[in-house]
């Protein structure tokens, strides 16, 4: 069997449930299920500058459940970064790129030690869109995908667009390359699609929105949904824009559902604020999975109004519960959706207003853009496991 060490240490600690977070532990269970893999799970010890290897069981019993007993997680078994098994393989699937391990620092010492590297890279955003970052979080993410292009023997990405730009990167940064040292990078960038088999929770509520959870009896339909932390990338001072300039007079709500992320303050203010507040404009902060689940059963629309996504799990999210699909004219989106949803511009409330009217008035085409999602066959957290495992197989 082949050795794969995780590190996972920003779920052991609890940080978030969701997002990359949940990605990390959908891929560990299905890792875990191989026959052909032997998966250890570690965090940093920051203190002592060596990994502590982690309850494998429990950690299990934690990704299907983050509520469960977190005191079994942690043994007192640490590992030196330099003392990793000879020929195993360092999965980084985490958003790693934070941790104050750095990867320009450990990724050497790993391929010294005769380990292979792999890396899940969820999105480059900071590098193609910066204007919707943080300025340290750039400087951090950049020395971070530096050592993933240098050190790195396999490198995944979820989509075509993200592999593109990785390869654009590559080309500008390490201009004294050959083209042949080009196009081997290219090749050992592999596409992962990852699951949208909707994960029940078990009443667990969902960071997705934060704390403090609300009920969804109140919301109205027919309404439009957007799911994803309420950020600027996100773009949904649109959805309120269009609420308020033609989409209340068409009768059609609108839900936002998410945690408030960073610089949403006066979005949020605003909506909070909005004479229809909770009467047509809402904003679900601390909805459970069971309560997301039904937010995408019921709703009109998924509107998604994104301006970049690494990939847009909440599209597929969406075709699994087969609502039909209104997305911006992203490069991403397209290549999620296709021809089974319907885009508008990402800064013209006005084409989202003309496309919902149409739809309410056009009843075989709604029905059209609605069997669109429900002819779509997402792909499983099975799926991806199996082929993360053919890329670790492969090295």
């Known amino acids: 069997m082949k050795k794969v060490y995780i590190d996972a240490t920003m779920v052991v600690r609890g940080i978030s449930y969701t997002g990359i977070p949940r990605v990390v532990m959908e891929v560990t269970k299905q890792l875990n299920k191989s026959n052909l893999l032997d998966i250890e799970i570690l965090e940093y010890d920051e203190g002592r500058k060596k990994f502590r290897v982690i309850n494998k069981d429990a950690f299990i019993e934690l990704c299907n459940d983050p509520d469960a007993d977190r005191k079994h997680l942690r043994t007192d078994k640490r590992i030196g970064l330099s003392s990793l098994k000879e020929g195993s393989v360092f999965f980084d699937v985490d958003g790693i790129w ?5 990867r320009s620092y450990l990724y050497p010492v790993l391929k010294k030690s005769g380990v292979k590297v792999i890396t899940l890279i969820h999105d480059i955003i900071m590098v193609t869109h910066p204007q919707f970052c943080r300025e340290d979080d750039i400087l951090t993410f950049l020395e971070y995908i530096g050592a993933v292009m240098l050190y790195s023997d396999r490198v995944i990405v979820t989509t075509k667009t993200t592999k593109n730009y990785m390869t654009k990167i590559y080309g500008e940064i390490c201009r004294d390359k050959t083209l042949s040292e080009k196009k081997e990078f290219t ?12 994960k029940k929770s078990n009443d667990n509520k969902s960071d997705r929105g934060g704390s403090g959870s609300e009920k969804i009896s109140h919301v109205k339909k027919p309404y439009l949904l957007m799911i994803g932390t309420v950020e600027p ?3 949904q001072k649109l959805l309120v824009d269009a609420y308020d300039r033609g989409l209340k007079n068409l009768n059609m709500n609108v839900v936002i559902a998410g945690h408030q992320g960073w610089h949403v303050e006066e979005l949020i203010k605003r909506i909070e604020e909005h ?13 459970s ?26 599209i597929m999210e969406a075709m699994y519960h087969k609502a039909p699909l209104i997305l911006s004219d ?32 056009d009843q075989k085409e709604y029905d059209r853009l609605k069997k669109a999602s429900e002819g779509f066959k997402t792909p499983s957290w ?5 082929l993360i495992e053919k890329e670790i197989l492969a090295l």
Not at 98 to 102: A, F, H, R, T, V
Not at 275 to 287: L, R, S, T, V
Not at 335 to 361: H, Q, W
């Open 187 to 198: 090749e050992k960038i592999g596409i992962v699609p990852l699951g949208a088999d909707f």
């Open 275 to 287: 004479p229809k507040h909770d009467k047509g404009i809402y904003y679900i902060n601390g909805a």
């Open 330 to 361: 992203t490069p991403i989106n397209h290549e999620m959706a296709g021809d089974k949803a319907l885009y508008f511009g990402e800064d013209s409330p006005e084409e989202l207003i003309e496309i919902v009217e149409n739809l309410l008035s």
């Open 98 to 102: 934070k941790s104050k391990l750095n």
């Open 233 to 235: 990338r996100k773009n």
């Open 289 to 314: 999975d069971e309560e997301i689940e039904e937010l995408y059963k019921n709703c009109f629309a998924l509107a998604f109004p994104s301006h970049i996504e690494g990939y847009g799990l909440p």
């Open 382 to 386: 099975e799926q991806t496991g199996l």
